[in-house]
């Protein structure tokens, strides 16, 4: 008899991965389900009632499951990051770091170890083959697409990932899942940041600091004229126009965030809009000069945040670096962001937004 492919299916109880594991189990895979346990216990992503969930997914597939403890991991990296990178006058994407060192890392180095063939979520995302790469690609059900979530993770191991729901609609998902009375309860979708119980994140991180008056500092217009005090630069974010506390005769918005001197520079809307901006730390799905090889980085687009829509760009590449000039200006864009790079709708990389301090 041949051996079953094995396929570890990372499951938070919600109804997408429930429906990644019941479709791989119907397709004739050997499927296993694994839960990570977060940090902390009521994190949204996977709570207890996420945990239950998922048991019971696995009982009635009659597959097996397994939990795994990435609490001390998951703080380290993701939760001090997210912390660390607001102090920082930075705008963090911590999903983005979280599939790559976590679920698409940890998770996966240990799967890979228990002899597990492959790793499958129940992201909405494709891999496809274009010129001896595989890249990611925008999922069917465009609006529901987490390709640039997923832009981040180690492209050696897109060869080991399964993405099921990448040719299904949210609609259809919901459809099968209520059909086959996949969930037990309905569990709301997490939009925010998973392990932030407050209202307001700053709030979250304002409890981990001993001293948050080392982070109070002014509120300076782009002309120098300094307009107030605010009492933490973990408040505010790019293009943020309100919650300034200041008043002027026009609209403000946040321009930049410097951790040295702990000031906030605001300016009129006109100073929002930019054309270029540099990306660091890149992790790359092409060997650029083989997929370019008249070395003409043509039809190329960006996205500079989740939402945002495509921009057309043209990208130099300087070292570890990637110099990006728009095409049309962007408002806001965001140090601290993740820059995704796009060739006919698949991924070719991603990179953190640099900070530039243009308003000194």
Not at 74 to 93: A, M, Q
Not at 136 to 143: E, F, G, R, S
């Amino acid at each position: 008899m041949k051996k079953k492919t094995k396929v570890a299916v990372g499951l938070s109880g919600g109804i997408d991965s429930s429906f990644a594991a019941y479709i791989l189990k119907k397709q004739g895979y050997d499927v296993c389900g694994f839960t990570l346990k977060f940090y902390p216990e009521e994190n949204r992503c996977c709570d207890l009632d996420g945990l239950y969930q998922a048991q019971r997914l696995c009982s009635k597939l009659d597959i097996p499951h397994y939990t795994i403890d990435t609490t001390d991991f998951f703080k380290k990296e993701i939760v001090d990051y997210f912390i660390t990178s607001y102090l920082s006058g930075l705008t963090p994407n911590p999903c983005s770091f979280c599939n790559r060192l976590v679920k698409f890392g940890y998770l996966f180095e240990k799967i890979r170890a228990m002899g597990f063939n492959f790793l499958s979520t129940g992201h909405y995302a494709s891999i496809v083959k274009r010129k001896k790469h595989l890249l990611l690609k925008c999922a069917k059900d465009i609006v529901k697409s987490q390709e640039y979530f997923l832009s981040l993770i180690k492209p050696e191991i897109l060869p080991y990932l399964i993405f099921p729901l990448g040719s299904y609609t949210k609609d259809k998902v919901k459809k099968i899942s209520q059909k086959e009375k996949l969930m037990f309860q309905e569990r709301k979708e997490s939009q925010d940041i998973c392990f932030v119980k407050e209202k307001q994140y700053y709030n979250f991180i304002e409890k981990t600091l001993k001293d948050p008056q080392n982070y109070y500092g002014n509120i300076r217009h782009i002309n120098g004229k300094i307009l107030g005090r605010h009492k933490g630069i973990y408040y505010f974010t790019y293009g943020q126009r309100t919650g300034l506390g200041i008043s002027w005769h026009e609209p403000l918005y946040v321009l930049e965030v410097n951790e040295r001197d702990n000031a906030v520079i605001v300016g009129e809307k006109k100073y929002l809009a930019k054309e270029n901006f540099s990306v660091k730390n890149i992790n790359s799905f092409v060997n650029w000069k083989s997929y370019f090889p008249d070395n003409k980085l043509t039809d190329i687009k960006v996205k500079i945040r989740y939402n945002s829509k495509l921009y057309d760009c043209v990208p130099e590449l300087k070292g570890e670096r990637i110099l990006v000039t728009l095409k049309t200006a962007a408002e806001a864009i965001t140090p601290g962001q993740i820059a995704v790079f796009y060739h006919k709708g698949a991924v070719l990389a991603a990179g953190v937004i640099e900070k530039d301090d243009f308003a000194k």
